[in-house]
């Protein structure tokens, strides 16, 4: 996706968006962002347009990744309505990507499977320690949402202070399950869990958690330990 990126002319200093839950992709996508030095945002599918509008359109991104719909409590929702909403809403945009889980067509747009075709080796832009890596954005009940700007050393740091010091990830022991919202930045923080060699496999939840989230978490613990996040709190589960 990186190669994807890099081709349309994506450089340091962009903004690319993601419209995505809890999935992979969404974080294969923000890893190639960050990889040119580009600046990442997300929002959840979940979300009403006016507040995804309200949040992303402040960045005036470049490129748009984004579900074509989505499953939660057995049901399907079709999206293709919202992201012609939101797309519209960004005139800036010069690529919109969708990652199917519906397998519905959205018009005028690159399929991930395309995106994601290059056998390309990484080639990692090098960036200051200062350089802006992602935007989080408060929630908005007290007026816009506002912007609140991470740089990639910063973040470092301070992650693998959180996940060593006070999560106690060791290297190899555990796994890490998440079923938190995308936009907190608990999601955020599973990205640099590797970084402290503490986690065999992360693992995204994108069904409602309970119900038949709870399975995957109880086999995580079944297999030897796992970081169990939850709203309130991070909590070992052993």
């Known amino acids: 996706f990186a190669a994807y990126l890099r081709g349309i002319g994506v450089a340091p200093g962009d903004r690319v968006v993601g419209y995505l839950p809890n999935i992979g992709e969404t974080v294969v996508a923000f890893l190639a962002a960050a990889s040119l030095g580009a600046v990442w945002a997300v929002c959840n599918p979940d979300l009403a347009v006016g507040g995804v509008t309200a949040r992303l359109g402040q960045l005036e991104p470049t490129v748009l990744v984004v579900v074509d719909g989505t499953v939660y409590g057995g049901k399907r929702h079709d999206k293709r309505a919202e992201i012609a909403e939101i797309r519209s809403a960004f005139p800036t945009l010069t690529a919109t990507v969708v990652v199917p889980r519906l397998g519905v067509e959205v018009p005028d747009t690159t399929s991930w499977a395309e995106a994601t075709s290059a056998a390309?080796?990484?080639?990692?832009?090098?960036?200051?320690?200062?350089?802006?890596?992602?935007?989080?954005?408060s929630s908005g009940?007290?007026?816009?949402?506002?912007?609140?700007?991470?740089?990639?050393?910063?973040?470092?740091?301070?992650?693998?202070?959180?996940?060593?010091?006070?999560?106690?990830?060791?290297?190899?022991?555990?796994?890490?399950?998440?079923?938190?919202?995308?936009?907190?930045?608990?999601?955020?923080?599973?990205?640099?869990?590797p970084a402290?060699?503490?986690?065999?496999?992360?693992?995204?939840?994108?069904?409602?958690?309970?119900?038949?989230?709870r399975a995957p978490a109880r086999q995580l613990q079944h297999e030897g330990g796992a970081l169990a996040f939850d709203a309130a709190r991070a909590q070992r589960a052993a």
């Open 120 to 137: 390309a080796e990484l080639d990692v832009t090098a960036v200051a320690f200062d350089h802006p890596l992602w935007v989080l954005f």
């Open 141 to 193: 009940t007290t007026g816009t949402p506002k912007g609140i700007v991470h740089g990639h050393g910063g973040v470092l740091l301070e992650h693998v202070k959180y996940l060593s010091l006070q999560l106690d990830l060791r290297p190899l022991r555990q796994d890490a399950a998440h079923h938190l919202g995308i936009g907190l930045v608990v999601f955020h923080i599973m990205h640099d869990a």
């Open 196 to 213: 402290v060699g503490g986690v065999r496999r992360p693992v995204f939840f994108r069904h409602q958690p309970g119900g038949r989230a």
